[in-house]
């Protein structure tokens, strides 16, 4: 690899904090340096670009339209080094958590939540990123990452697991659709079209056979690559769907999905937590995790239930047959 051709660092960071400042001046008082510590910095990094950065209007010093365009790359440069000393340096009391959850978690849970957090730890920065359940690799810094688990994987050793919940699935649909294609028995699904997820094959089949109705066929069947893309083509009436609880509570409670048959359902996928078991663990890191066990432990399935969940399979062919 050929040797990188740095420019004096120190230069790099005075003229980026007076060109982000607009003034030498302003920049001297940022950095507790004296106006003339910022010329000279300024006159070096000049002269090792051979390129002129600042030139004199009136009383002041401005940066030229090539100089605004350099800070630019330069302050984009800081921020990730910034970003890069956070998330892999030992610091205890960084007060920021980085969470790395899969999509429609992140949307329909986790995020819908984090109020309740910030309420509770409001000197703590919770920074979310996502992951597609169709790429489970580790991509990136981040102090919890919480995914799907899957078959053992020996990726994850070197994390600890703490299980945060369970799905429940069971048929869900817009309101809307319903209203202008009633589901007053269990047959009526074959009036309508099934929403489907490339990464959660056989949702469907396992839900119709717990049904007692395996052999049912919709309309037609829409396939997405993602879920959070199925569940917003099932919230816009596209189709019928396999929801999640507690995962979408928010979304039936506020009436944007409803559950036509909420005594039916069917274990779903099980969702972890995943810390470096190396890791730093920060008192902001524990008490996020705390809360978001905490959390997932109070979740209930207000919508659905004991009794209904119990509904035997003996219960549920007779609903098919009789359309009670």
Known sequence: MSRRQLPPLHALRVFETAARAESLSAAAQELSITHGAVSRQIALLEDWLGQTLFVRQG???????HARAFAAE??????????????FGKAPQTRIVRVNAQTTLAMHWLIARLPAFHAAYPDVQVVVT?????DPAFRGGFDVAIRRDPPPRPEWLPYEKA???????????????????????LKDLAKHAFVA??????????WLSAAGMPALRPLRFHR??????????????????????PTLDRELAAGRLTMPFPEIQVE?????????????????????????????SATTVALTPPAARSTSRATRQTRAGSGG
Do not use: M
């Open 268 to 296: 779903g996928a099980t969702y972890v937590t995943l810390v470096p078991r190396d890791a730093d663990k920060s008192r902001p890191l524990r008490d996020f995790l705390a809360w978001v066990h905490g959390t997932a």
């Open 224 to 245: 997405f690559d993602h879920y959070h893309v199925s569940l917003q083509a099932v919230v816009d009436g596209l189709g019928l769907g396999i929801g999640c609880t």
């Open 163 to 185: 299980v945060l919940f369970t799905e429940q699935t069971s048929v869900v649909a817009a309101p809307a659709l319903l209203n202008a294609i009633p589901l007053r028995r």
């Open 74 to 87: 330069i302050s984009a440069a800081f921020d990730r080094i910034d970003d890069a000393a956070v998330r």
């Open 197 to 206: 997820t490339q990464t959660r094959v056989g949702a469907w089949e396992d």
């Open 130 to 134: 996502t992951s597609s359940s169709a």
């Open 59 to 65: 009383q002041r010093n401005v940066a030229t339209d």
